[in-house]
């Protein structure tokens, strides 16, 4: 099931309504759902641990969910901004990838193919975000 970034946000709004955290709470919040992904990563990428893809997906959204507040209260459509800002890193790219392509590569990077869905990756890399 697919979804708009700015409907996504507007029910997270609406779904949350009075449980808004104060400014500073918000990024302290974010810095600490972003810390729960990190872990997952340097779990499963440098411990050799197994990734659950569902328990990911649910920190991700955390993740989502305080930039969907942040946004909220500071009148951003983060729809817009995230088109924007693809807009602009389609004419970086290019050139992106041709100073850190073979970079990426060597260091585990580049071009990974995404786990797929439902699967925990207990012996692959996942889709670089």
């Known amino acids: 099931m697919s979804h708009d970034i700015d409907s996504l946000r507007l029910r997270a709004a609406a779904v949350l309504r009075g ?14 759902e ?14 050799g641990k197994t990734l659950p893809s569902a328990k990911l997906g649910d ?6 969910l305080c930039l969907c507040e942040i946004a909220t209260i500071h009148g951003i ?7 924007q800002k693809l807009t602009k890193i389609a ?3 290019p050139e992106w ?3 850190l392509g073979d970079f990426l590569e060597r260091a585990g990077g580049g071009n990974l193919s995404p786990v ?3 699967s925990d ?3 692959g890399p996942a889709c670089p975000g």
């Open 121 to 123: 990756d207990s012996a």
């Open 97 to 99: 990838r041709s100073e």
């Open 59 to 64: 920190e991700l959204a955390d993740v989502f």
């Open 19 to 32: 449980l808004t955290h104060p400014p500073l709470g918000m990024a302290a919040a974010l810095a600490e």
């Open 91 to 93: 004419r970086l790219a």
């Open 77 to 83: 459509e983060l729809g817009e901004a995230v088109d």
């Open 116 to 118: 797929p869905r439902g």
């Open 34 to 47: 972003c810390g729960e992904v990190s872990k997952l990563l340097l779990d499963r990428y440098a411990y």
